[in-house]
């Protein structure tokens, strides 16, 4: 049967839009949004994502209040219209497309929100992602990108958070393609060298221009991904060369105090991007991000219609011992250029990477 997006002369393929192009069971297509207050100390995530493959639809919302993190998520059955962007008591609703996304949260376990995402640059596409561990193929993505503020509230129990008098700044993106998902398939044959990733995922926001920087290394230093723009509000876009990051990471730890990364503009001037983290999000903390977190993550099947509410203190274990190896969306300040921004440094540094001195999946600062 069609399905209504098959009114529509947007197709890709000879198949009705309710199928996929590809057959592959870890075809995925969601998106991430985050809010943050100036100083950090509130920050927000909220993501939606469908799995055809597996027949899951699921969202979660994920609140930090200093470091105090409170998670609300809820899946169920994918149904066949991809226009309801809806699971449970949350929703996503695209007001304008590229421009207002509104997200809405109904009181359920003491937490609720009502939040919309205002682009204040236009949209970008990231470069097309592909990671692979050895000769199998585990990211096949796309997405795009863009830097926003934010508006409404959000309650968690008997407080509220206030996202239009703090003025807080936003950052989303939509990816679609191939990656793992839910329980995941048989490992194979075990990966030659171990683990080991470095990366860095940075979308800025600043007075009169955004700044999107996406980096990925190999144990060895080799750059597989090397995207640093500078985004004008008339759409224009300005490459900044080759990114030279330096991370400085809290002694005996891998979580970032600082990163320093040289750029150079196209009229040739040398410039430095200084970021501070404010405040972390972990996404395999509360996000549904990994193989397992506290019994779920995206695309797992858990039934017609589950909910959860999970609530961690970031400092105290067993929550303090998964951040160390968690991917983490940082809330953070920034300046460059002679204007100071705000946005998310998403960064993981796991196993061996030989530019920051790391020999090992055991080595630390």
């Known amino acids: 049967m069609p399905v209504p997006l098959d009114e529509y002369p947007i197709h890709q393929a000879p198949e009705s839009m309710r199928w996929f192009a590809t057959s592959d069971r870890n075809v995925y297509d ?107 193929t585990i990211l096949d993505a796309f997405r795009f990108v863009q830097t926003a503020s934010v ?40 990966q030659h060298g171990g683990p080991a990733m470095w990366w860095c995922w940075i979308p800025l926001r600043f007075e009169t221009f955004a700044l999107m920087l996406v980096l990925e290394e190999d144990r060895d230093g080799y750059r597989t991904i090397n995207e640093a723009i500078r985004i004008r509000p008339d759409g224009s876009i300005e490459q900044l060369g080759w990114a030279e990051p330096h991370i400085t990471y809290r002694p005996g730890t891998r979580y970032p105090t600082h990163a320093s990364i040289a750029l150079r503009s196209r009229d040739g001037r040398d410039l430095s991007l200084e970021i501070e983290p404010l405040g972390p999000m972990p996404l395999s903390v509360g996000l549904g991000y990994g193989p397992d977190d506290d019994g779920w993550n995206h695309g797992r099947w858990m039934g017609q219609s589950w909910q959860q509410r999970v609530d961690h203190d970031l400092d105290a274990e067993p929550a303090a011992g998964r951040v160390a190896w968690s991917m983490i969306d940082h809330a953070a300040r920034a300046t460059f250029d002679g204007e100071t921004g705000h946005g998310i440094f998403e960064h993981l540094c796991l196993g061996p990477h030989a530019p920051s001195g790391f020999a090992d999946l055991t080595s630390m600062a």
């Open 151 to 190: 508006t409404g509230t959000v309650h968690v129990d008997d407080e509220v958070l206030d996202a239009t008098t703090e003025q807080w700044i936003g950052a989303r993106d939509r990816s679609w393609g191939i990656r793992p998902v839910g329980e995941g398939t048989g490992p194979g044959r075990p």
């Open 30 to 136: 969601r998106c991430i949004m985050h809010a943050l207050s100036p100083d950090g100390a509130h920050q927000v995530a909220v993501g939606l994502g469908v799995y055809p493959h597996v027949g899951v639809i699921d969202c979660y919302m994920a609140v930090r209040r200093g470091r105090r993190l409170t998670s609300l998520r809820c899946s169920g059955e994918l149904g066949p219209d991809r226009m309801v962007q809806e699971v449970g008591p949350m929703r996503i609703d695209v007001v304008k497309g590229l421009l207002e996304v509104r997200f809405v949260c109904e009181d359920t376990d003491g937490i609720s929100a009502d939040l919309t995402w205002t682009g204040a640059f236009p949209a970008v596409d990231e470069p097309r992602h592909i990671r692979r561990i050895d000769d199998i």
